[in-house]
């Protein structure tokens, strides 16, 4: 007869666990992993949030997108923030224009905006002057036969563009004055390491949390969950019965993230603690950054002559799309 299958129990109570972290060694129930994660939250969030001492009030926009991460980023903010007075959060989520995605996942961003109790503002592509994503997709091989450099791009190199300046606009509308992302440890590892893939400095330097070293013309970014891996998070979201849409987009599959995800999944399960050691070496880089003198630094970003997005190049990456998709249209 086979011995009954052990279920570890959590490294601070008597109850079966739920999630063991690999790189701590430690194994929690539900409840100390809320503890956990809130922990590390809240941490983060003081490290990261600048308050005025005068009172003066802070409207913060969360960046929410019906996903998990995004879900716990809300949450926790209003359970830390929720009662302050000099604190205003509104949750504001950008639509891609992704059939089959978008809006049911847009159904839970709105839930639990509503379940929050916080505002909810939204902005589509095509009220942004792009287009709905679905059709980007249908012409990016067209535009990679004209522009070479686009060949071979996936789509969420157009979106992110998109998406950003989405995000952007939301901020101004809504006098935002900081953007707080749901960036958890798994997908800062993963820009880290496209960054370096690429060599690009530039970026590494610009990677958020920008606290103390704000990027002109935009609300400084914060990620508060930029510690706690995407496991924990789901684990988290699970335990909170938050309402958050499971699936993917339909257009990650093969984009340079997702490959990248994998690698940092193989180099964490190699080498437990890889994900912090990568993003520990880019606060590093930004310290050293911070105490070189000022010609070392990438230059500051411009307006961009049609738009003006703040952007280091002629024009803006999201004009650059535009005129690219437009010239495919005609
Ligand atoms: S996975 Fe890519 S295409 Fe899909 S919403 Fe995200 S950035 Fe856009
Ligand atoms: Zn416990
Ligand atoms: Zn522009």
Not at 173 to 196: E, F
Not at 257 to 285: F, K, T, W, Y
Not at 287 to 312: D, F, I, M
Request: aromatic letters at 4%; a neutral charge; proline letters at 7%.
């Amino acid at each position: 007869m086979s011995a009954p299958l052990q279920v570890p129990s959590c490294s601070r109570c008597e109850r079966p666990s739920v999630l063991h972290q690999r790189y701590s060694g430690r194994s929690f129930c539900n409840t100390h992993l809320i503890d956990s994660v809130h922990k590390r939250f809240a941490k983060e969030l003081r490290r990261q949030l600048d308050l005025p001492k005068s009172g003066k009030t802070t409207t913060i926009l969360v960046a929410i997108s019906g996903g998990k991460d995004s879900a716990i980023l809300l949450d926790r903010l209003v359970k830390i923030l929720g009662q302050r007075r000099d604190v205003v959060l509104i949750a504001g989520c950008v639509d891609e224009g992704i059939d089959g995605y978008r809006s049911p996942s847009m159904k839970c961003a709105i839930e639990l905006a509503e379940k929050k109790n916080v505002e909810f503002v939204s902005i589509s592509y095509p009220e942004l002057g792009f287009e709905r994503m679905d059709e980007v997709v249908q012409k990016m091989p067209l535009i990679g036969k004209k522009h070479s450099h686009v060949k071979g791009m996936a789509p969420c190199s157009f979106c992110g563009v998109f998406r950003r300046q989405g995000l952007n606009y939301l901020a101004e509308k809504t006098g935002a004055d900081v953007m707080a992302l749901g960036h958890n440890l798994d997908d800062m590892a993963q820009t880290v390491l496209m960054n370096m893939q690429k060599g690009d400095l530039e970026r590494t330097l610009r990677l958020a949390p920008h606290t103390s070293n704000p990027i002109d013309g935009l609300p400084p970014r914060i990620v508060p969950m930029r510690w706690i891996p995407e496991q924990e998070i789901h684990a988290t979201a699970m335990a909170l019965d938050l309402p958050f849409f499971h699936d993917e987009c339909p257009y990650s599959p093969g984009a340079l993230r997702q490959r990248n995800r994998d690698m940092v999944a193989r180099l964490e399960e190699d080498v437990p603690g890889s994900r912090h050691g990568l993003v520990h070496m880019v606060d590093a880089i930004k310290e050293l950054e911070s105490k070189t003198s000022e010609n070392v630094r990438p230059a500051t970003p411009t307006p961009c002559p049609l738009c003006s997005a703040p952007t280091s190049g002629d024009i803006c990456k999201g004009c650059e799309f535009v005129q690219m998709l437009k010239e495919v249209s005609e």
